[in-house]
């Protein structure tokens, strides 16, 4: 079949070469922020083939389902979702016009042969580690190959094979670092979706980082699994920890502020304790995943701390940075859980004083120890005791959003409000912000007089510098 003029291209020295045809990509992401960071890496990779986003699904060439497999749930999701997609790629089929599936993420790791039988008209099954071979993996879809199962995870890291990004970062910007993780906690699925850990070399971390500073980013969260257990060649030979690949990035121009997530209590390192009180750029809000609060069920959760581990852990975060707040996770109705084990974790609650928590009822996840654990505690008990917990931490967000009032805060402003005239930024502690200013404020991190608590966000005024 010969090119149709507009799919040809001349380059300066000579031969013509095809321009690749425009096409669309729809992309839907579930999950953690490592999920959006790859769906938008997918993006990135398949630009080159003539993708360009979509927001609308049916007239997209590729959907992409990048999946999240941590709660029971999104795995139910994921089968309805690809329910109602199907009459869209049908509607398709009838225009002579072809729609290929694929389902990404760690639904796909774990449960490849599943999808394969419940939505045999899925072209491409892959995992977290594979994205970068989707022009392959579209390749042979488009011969004809039947399903593409990538569900390896290879030798070489995908981090190499990437593209520089397609898209501006925004103002504020993602960046992974390391992947997997090694501590198997007896309720998850991360260690058998995402593989063991690995870190990424600094160099191209930075180089990364420069590349987000320059493109707009002010901001740069970085990304892993367990991130604080980060142990990448440094840019000078040397083995970097995340201390060290923090002090680097603060070195770049312009970037103002720096966060890690999530972290694991046993990975904070003196040397990262001390990153907070000497790294002006790191963000004094630390999300720090706890559990639970009762010894007996930390052990039964192979966590490998106590409670009172973490409440040390704690006083010398804030000995080292007084402004330090805090961030956790939750799960509550693990198996053996009795109303002792979950009064400590009410207890610690009240002890640290957080000012946010993702609470989680205990899903039980098919392969893992605990999902074979005796004492599997019933749903009724379940929802109790997360309403009770979800209440306190209610009282202990509100309290946290409520000291602010009256107080200045530096804000950086991202991106235009949802108002006409108003711009929205984030304080430290990620709470939004609307102030009514000029566009021109975004990339800039300005003081702000706190007025106003809302639910969800606090309003104020740009206060004088
Ligand atoms: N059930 C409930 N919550 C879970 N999480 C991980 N696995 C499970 C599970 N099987 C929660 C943990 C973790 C967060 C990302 O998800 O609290 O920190
Ligand atoms: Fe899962 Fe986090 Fe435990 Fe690793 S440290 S097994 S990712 S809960």
Same mark, same amino acid.
């Given at each position: 079949?010969?090119?149709?003029?507009?799919?040809?291209?001349?380059t300066?020295d000579?031969?013509?070469?095809?321009?690749?045809?425009?096409?669309?990509?729809?992309?839907k992401?579930?999950?953690?922020?490592?999920?959006?960071?790859d769906?938008?890496?997918?993006a990135d990779?398949i630009a080159?083939?003539? #993708?360009?986003?979509?927001?609308?699904?049916?007239v997209?060439?590729?959907?992409?389902f990048?999946t999240c497999?941590?709660?029971e749930?999104?795995?139910?999701?994921?089968?309805?979702?690809?329910?109602?997609?199907?009459?869209f790629?049908?509607?398709?089929a009838q225009?002579?016009e072809?729609m290929?599936?694929?389902v990404?993420?760690?639904?796909?790791?774990?449960?490849?042969?599943? !999808?394969q039988?419940?939505?045999?008209?899925v072209?491409?099954?892959?995992?977290?580690?594979? #994205?970068?071979?989707?022009?392959?993996m !579209?390749?042979?879809?488009?011969?004809?190959?039947?399903?593409?199962?990538?569900?390896?995870f290879?030798s070489?890291?995908?981090?190499?094979?990437?593209?520089?990004e397609?898209?501006?970062?925004?103002v504020?910007?993602?960046?992974?670092?390391?992947?997997?993780?090694?501590?198997?906690?007896t309720?998850?699925?991360?260690?058998?979706t995402?593989?063991?850990?690995?870190?990424?070399?600094?160099a191209a971390?930075?180089?990364?980082a420069?590349?987000?500073?320059?493109?707009g980013? @002010?901001?740069i969260?970085?990304?892993?699994q367990?991130v604080?257990?980060?142990?990448?060649?440094?840019c000078?030979?040397?083995?970097?920890?995340?201390?060290?690949?923090?002090?680097c990035?603060?070195?770049?121009?312009?970037?103002?502020?720096l966060?890690?997530t999530?972290?694991h209590?046993r990975?904070?390192?003196?040397?990262?304790?001390?990153?907070?009180?000497?790294?002006?750029?790191?963000?004094p809000?630390?999300?720090l995943?706890?559990?639970?609060?009762?010894?007996?069920?930390?052990?039964a959760?192979? @966590?490998?701390h106590?409670?009172?581990?973490?409440?040390r852990? !704690?006083?010398?975060?804030?000995s080292?940075?007084?402004?330090?707040?805090?961030?956790t996770?939750?799960?509550?109705?693990?198996?053996?859980?009795?109303?002792d084990?979950f009064?400590?974790?009410l207890?610690?609650v009240?002890?640290?004083?957080f000012?946010q928590?993702?609470?989680?009822?205990?899903? @039980?996840?098919p392969?893992?120890?605990?999902?074979?654990?005796?004492?599997? !505690?019933d749903?009724?008990?379940q929802?109790?005791?997360l309403?009770?917990?979800?209440?306190?931490m209610?009282e202990?967000?509100d309290?946290?959003?409520?000291a602010?009032?009256?107080?200045?805060?530096?804000?950086?402003?991202?991106?235009?409000g949802? #108002?006409q005239?108003?711009v929205?930024?984030?304080?430290? #502690?990620?709470?939004?912000?609307?102030v009514?200013?000029?566009?021109?404020?975004?990339s800039?991190?300005?003081?702000?007089?706190?007025?106003?608590?809302g639910?969800?966000?606090?309003s104020?005024?740009?206060?004088?510098?």
């Open positions: 079949m010969s090119l149709t003029e507009p799919d040809r291209l001349n300066a000579g031969p013509t070469v095809a321009k690749p045809k425009a096409k669309r990509v729809f992309i992401t579930w999950g953690c922020q490592m999920n959006v960071y769906s938008n890496r997918m990779v080159p083939l003539g #993708y360009m986003p979509t927001e609308d699904v049916s997209a060439d590729l959907v992409i990048n497999h941590i709660r749930k999104a795995t139910e999701k994921l089968f309805s979702e690809l329910g109602r997609l199907h009459p790629q049908k509607a398709k225009r002579g072809r290929m599936v694929a990404a993420g760690c639904v796909a790791q774990a449960e490849g042969s599943e !999808i039988r419940r939505a045999p008209f072209d491409m099954v892959f995992g977290p580690q594979t #994205y970068h071979q989707l022009p392959e !579209i390749a042979q879809v488009t011969r004809g190959a039947g399903l593409v199962l990538n569900t390896e290879p070489e890291t995908k981090f190499d094979q990437l593209p520089e397609h898209k501006p970062p925004g504020s910007a993602f960046l992974s670092v390391q992947e997997g993780c090694d501590k198997f906690c309720f998850c699925v991360v260690p058998y995402r593989g063991t850990e690995y870190s990424r070399p600094a971390i930075v180089a990364e420069e590349r987000l500073v320059r493109n980013a @002010r901001e969260t970085l990304l892993g367990n604080n257990a980060f142990h990448g060649d440094g000078d030979g040397k083995p970097w920890d995340l201390a060290r690949l923090l002090q990035l603060a070195e770049i121009p312009k970037l103002k502020r966060r890690y999530t972290s209590p990975d904070m390192k003196d040397t990262l304790i001390a990153a907070h009180s000497t790294i002006p750029q790191l963000m809000f630390l999300h995943p706890v559990q639970s609060g009762s010894d007996t069920i930390l052990e959760m192979n @966590r490998k106590t409670s009172d581990d973490y409440r852990l !704690i006083d010398r975060l804030r080292a940075r007084s402004d330090m707040a805090f961030s996770d939750f799960i509550v109705g693990f198996p053996g859980e009795t109303d084990d009064a400590a974790t207890k610690l009240r002890d640290i004083g000012t928590a993702y609470t989680f009822k205990y899903s @039980r996840r392969g893992t120890p605990a999902s074979a654990m005796p004492d599997q !505690i749903a009724t008990i929802n109790a005791r309403a009770e917990l979800q209440s306190l209610q202990q967000q309290a946290f959003n409520s602010m009032i009256g107080t200045i805060m530096p804000v950086l402003f991202d991106r235009k949802r #108002y005239g108003q929205h930024g984030r304080t430290a #502690y990620m709470q939004a912000v609307h009514t200013a000029p566009e021109r404020i975004i800039q991190e300005l003081p702000v007089k706190i007025e106003k608590v639910l969800n966000s606090v104020g005024q740009l206060a004088a510098a």
